[in-house]
């Protein structure tokens, strides 16, 4: 991995072989980043995403393999309980142009992700809502 810092934008270069939630929180801590919003692209050869069960209030995790390109990678980074907390969804197509996707829970880089995190200066917080069974955003 590699990235640069241009005022408020970071580009980042991950590469094969590196988890993209691993190497975006290393990226944040080092560079201090409470509040961001973060977009990308690549490839990716083994991923699990989720989808909330708003009912049961849990996710459903559904993991793939093989090569897929990352069609949308959006998202953000808050804190939670002053650490770092990305939520971000994922889409991404395979050879024939179908497409998957959900929230992001793990994604390893098959050859390259190019990632943009616009850091917005301010803290938002997570805050667990029994109701809803998300961890919304606070505003403190």
Not at 23 to 49: D, Y
Not at 69 to 75: C, D
Not at 99 to 110: D, E, F, P
């Amino acid at each position: 991995m590699e990235y640069r810092r241009f005022k408020d934008t970071l580009f980042i270069r991950l590469d094969k072989g590196e988890e993209i939630l691993e190497q975006m929180e290393k990226v944040c801590t080092a560079e201090q980043v409470k509040l961001a919003q973060v977009s990308a692209i690549g490839a990716i050869n083994e991923f699990t995403v989720g989808v909330l069960r708003t009912a049961e209030k849990q996710y459903k995790a559904n993991n793939f393999t093989g090569d897929h390109e990352i069609v949308s990678l959006t998202g953000t980074v808050t804190t939670k309980e002053g650490a770092f907390y990305a939520h971000l969804h994922l889409a991404a197509g395979d050879e024939t142009g179908a497409v998957v996707g959900g929230h992001l829970n793990r994604a390893v880089v098959s050859a390259t992700c190019e990632m943009v995190v616009r850091v917005v200066d301010g803290t938002v917080e997570r805050r667990f809502s029994d109701e809803i069974g998300l961890n919304l955003f606070e505003f403190v």
